[in-house]
């Protein structure tokens, strides 16, 4: 298995309801692709030396934009009121813009790069 900022399982534990139609590869892809706009923000990958006690920050950016986007595959599986899902998505993008600011800052990928 390829070296992510984030799992399958950490995205299922966040998100308890995911759709059946959804296996690992698919939650995988979601993984691959937040990894796709962390890495295009920050204008670096740190997947060869991701550390995950390390790069926690990376680990949650991930995780909520994969599960934003299983959330969004079938909000009615993961959530039996819509107002929940509605609700959880706009936490999960609340989170995910404040993390994707800091990582647009030039000074914040300095500091993860040292560690």
């Known amino acids: 298995m390829a070296v992510t900022y984030t799992t399958a399982a950490l995205v299922r534990k ?12 698919d939650v995988d892809q979601f993984i691959y692709e937040a990894e796709a706009i962390i890495d295009g923000t920050m204008k670096v990958s740190l997947i060869a030396t991701f550390d995950a006690s390390k790069h926690a920050l990376l680990r949650s950016c991930a995780t909520n934009l994969a599960a934003l986007e299983v959330i969004s595959y079938d909000p009615g599986t993961a959530f039996l009121e819509l107002d929940d899902a509605k609700l959880t998505i706009e936490l999960l993008q609340a989170a ?11 000074r914040t990928v300095a500091y993860l790069k040292s560690l």
């Open 96 to 106: 995910i813009d404040r993390i994707l600011t800091l990582l647009a800052d030039p």
């Open 14 to 25: 966040l998100v308890k309801n995911i759709s059946s139609d959804l296996v690992d590869a």
